[in-house]
């Protein structure tokens, strides 16, 4: 019987991680988990998706006059001195990681899964960079903006990312030592950086 396997990747804003990610998913055909975190966590907890959108901005939240719609004990004290922070947000979203990754095989994108996987023995950790040129290219086309702007905004979201990984996990975001594969999407381009990172998995879970 095939055993269940995880894949989580990290990516560098522009370097198509997501895409890729995606597409290996695909191609594998396992679940694959990103912004779809957001709406489960939001769903599990009874909170507005915006509070896990935000979470890497180390903002607290107060219950009075924030949080409406909030079920279980918070609910049960509107008027409380209870404060939502960001470690409650991720405990939160890493139960939702770890019953997904529970239910079969998946991949998961950003949000630190695979620190929160990390004593999965089948979890398989990939970083995706890419050349600064082509990660503002492919930002300025997605966002309709100039390439200074896409560079500010890559520059900004990068900073924001490894903020929230290095706080969250005993790692460093984007270092070699913190996962199993790192790769530069700008040196065999998308499809085929998909394609090696399969070979990899398909070789490291016997697939």
Known sequence: MKKEYVITIGRQLGSG???IGEK???QLGIAFYDKELVQIASQESGLGKEYFEQT???RRYSVFGDLFGLR???ADEPFSTYYLNNET???????VIRKLAEKGSSLFVGRCADYILNENPRCLNIFISADMNDRIKRI???QKMPDDKARDFIEKTDKKRASYYNYFSNKVWGAAESYHLCINSSILGIDETVKLIRHFAEKRFNL
């Open 89 to 95: 947000l991720f405990k939160i979203q890493s139960d």
């Open 140 to 142: 300025a086309g997605i």
């Open 72 to 74: 279980g004990t918070l």
């Open 24 to 26: 290996l998913a695909g």
């Open 17 to 19: 991680g997501r895409v």
């Open 56 to 58: 890497d901005e180390k």
